[in-house]
Protein backbone atom coordinates (compact mmCIF):
# COMPACT_ATOMS: atom_id res chain seq x y z
CA UNK A 1 0.00 0.00 0.00
CA UNK A 2 1.17 3.29 -1.15
CA UNK A 3 0.55 6.42 1.19
CA UNK A 4 1.03 10.25 0.06
CA UNK A 5 1.65 13.14 2.06
CA UNK A 6 1.51 16.58 1.04
CA UNK A 7 2.69 20.02 2.38
CA UNK A 8 3.37 23.27 2.08
CA UNK A 9 -0.17 24.78 1.20
CA UNK A 10 -1.07 28.07 2.85
CA UNK A 11 -2.02 31.94 2.25
CA UNK A 12 -0.26 33.87 0.06
CA UNK A 13 -0.52 37.84 -1.23
CA UNK A 14 -0.81 38.02 -5.20
CA UNK A 15 2.71 37.72 -7.11
CA UNK A 16 3.53 35.72 -3.54
CA UNK A 17 5.06 32.24 -4.23
CA UNK A 18 4.75 28.99 -2.52
CA UNK A 19 6.14 25.33 -2.42
CA UNK A 20 3.98 22.26 -1.81
CA UNK A 21 6.23 18.78 -1.70
CA UNK A 22 4.46 14.99 -1.83
CA UNK A 23 6.57 12.71 -0.24
CA UNK A 24 5.12 9.15 -1.41
CA UNK A 25 5.59 6.07 1.22
CA UNK A 26 5.00 2.40 1.04
CA UNK A 27 5.27 -0.50 -1.48
CA UNK A 28 6.68 1.08 -4.68
CA UNK A 29 8.32 -1.20 -6.98
CA UNK A 30 7.80 1.21 -10.07
CA UNK A 31 6.54 5.30 -10.91
CA UNK A 32 5.15 5.99 -13.45
CA UNK A 33 4.74 9.41 -13.35
CA UNK A 34 4.02 12.09 -10.32
CA UNK A 35 1.69 15.27 -10.72
CA UNK A 36 -0.06 18.27 -9.12
CA UNK A 37 -4.13 18.17 -9.77
CA UNK A 38 -6.05 21.01 -7.98
CA UNK A 39 -9.71 21.79 -7.47
CA UNK A 40 -11.63 25.28 -6.98
CA UNK A 41 -14.83 25.28 -5.37
CA UNK A 42 -17.39 24.61 -7.86
CA UNK A 43 -14.97 23.45 -10.30
CA UNK A 44 -13.69 20.02 -11.69
CA UNK A 45 -10.26 18.95 -10.93
CA UNK A 46 -7.67 19.63 -13.12
CA UNK A 47 -4.04 18.76 -14.22
CA UNK A 48 -1.69 21.45 -12.64
CA UNK A 49 1.55 19.92 -13.72
CA UNK A 50 2.74 16.47 -14.49
CA UNK A 51 6.50 14.80 -14.44
CA UNK A 52 6.59 11.19 -16.10
CA UNK A 53 9.06 8.86 -15.52
CA UNK A 54 12.20 9.86 -17.80
CA UNK A 55 11.88 13.85 -16.68
CA UNK A 56 9.39 14.48 -19.28
CA UNK A 57 6.77 17.60 -17.87
CA UNK A 58 3.52 19.04 -18.81
CA UNK A 59 1.82 21.95 -17.29
CA UNK A 60 -1.79 23.22 -17.62
CA UNK A 61 -1.47 26.26 -20.34
CA UNK A 62 -2.33 28.57 -17.30
CA UNK A 63 0.42 28.11 -14.51
CA UNK A 64 3.04 27.84 -17.84
CA UNK A 65 6.03 30.09 -17.06
CA UNK A 66 4.85 30.26 -13.54
CA UNK A 67 4.74 26.98 -11.99
CA UNK A 68 7.93 24.25 -11.77
CA UNK A 69 7.83 20.60 -10.94
CA UNK A 70 10.51 18.70 -10.33
CA UNK A 71 10.85 15.15 -8.55
CA UNK A 72 13.24 13.07 -6.46
CA UNK A 73 13.35 9.45 -7.51
CA UNK A 74 15.58 8.06 -5.24
CA UNK A 75 13.10 9.87 -2.46
CA UNK A 76 9.96 9.18 -4.46
CA UNK A 77 9.34 13.06 -3.52
CA UNK A 78 7.74 15.24 -5.91
CA UNK A 79 7.54 19.15 -5.42
CA UNK A 80 5.76 22.08 -7.28
CA UNK A 81 7.13 25.49 -6.96
CA UNK A 82 4.72 28.40 -7.52
CA UNK A 83 5.37 31.80 -8.38
CA UNK A 84 4.15 34.77 -9.53
CA UNK A 85 0.34 33.50 -7.86
CA UNK A 86 -2.43 34.80 -8.92
CA UNK A 87 -6.45 34.96 -6.74
CA UNK A 88 -7.40 32.12 -9.91
CA UNK A 89 -4.93 30.16 -8.36
CA UNK A 90 -6.73 29.47 -5.50
CA UNK A 91 -8.03 25.67 -4.82
CA UNK A 92 -7.14 22.27 -3.29
CA UNK A 93 -3.81 20.92 -4.82
CA UNK A 94 -3.95 17.14 -4.56
CA UNK A 95 -0.34 15.07 -5.20
CA UNK A 96 -1.13 12.28 -8.01
CA UNK A 97 0.99 9.41 -8.34
CA UNK A 98 0.87 6.27 -10.32
CA UNK A 99 3.20 3.41 -9.90
CA UNK A 100 3.64 -0.17 -11.23
CA UNK A 101 4.60 -3.48 -9.44
CA UNK A 102 3.87 -6.92 -10.89
CA UNK A 103 0.21 -7.18 -10.20
CA UNK A 104 -0.55 -4.14 -11.79
CA UNK A 105 -0.71 -0.32 -12.24
CA UNK A 106 -2.43 1.96 -9.43
CA UNK A 107 -3.13 5.59 -8.66
CA UNK A 108 -3.08 7.00 -5.50
CA UNK A 109 -4.23 10.38 -4.11
CA UNK A 110 -3.01 12.34 -1.74
CA UNK A 111 -5.29 14.46 0.87
CA UNK A 112 -5.02 17.67 -0.60
CA UNK A 113 -3.44 20.85 1.14
CA UNK A 114 -4.92 24.09 0.59
CA UNK A 115 -3.67 27.48 -1.19
CA UNK A 116 -5.45 30.58 -0.82
CA UNK A 117 -3.53 33.54 -2.90
CA UNK A 118 -5.51 37.19 -1.56
CA UNK A 119 -4.58 40.36 -0.31
Known amino acids: QVQLVESGGGLVQPGGSLRLSCAAS????????MGWYRQAPGKQRESVAVIMRGGVTNYADSVKGRFTISSDNAKNTVNLQMNSLKPEDTAVYYC?????????????WGQGTQVTVSS
Open 26 to 33: GSIFSIND
Open 96 to 108: KVVHSSAFGRYTV
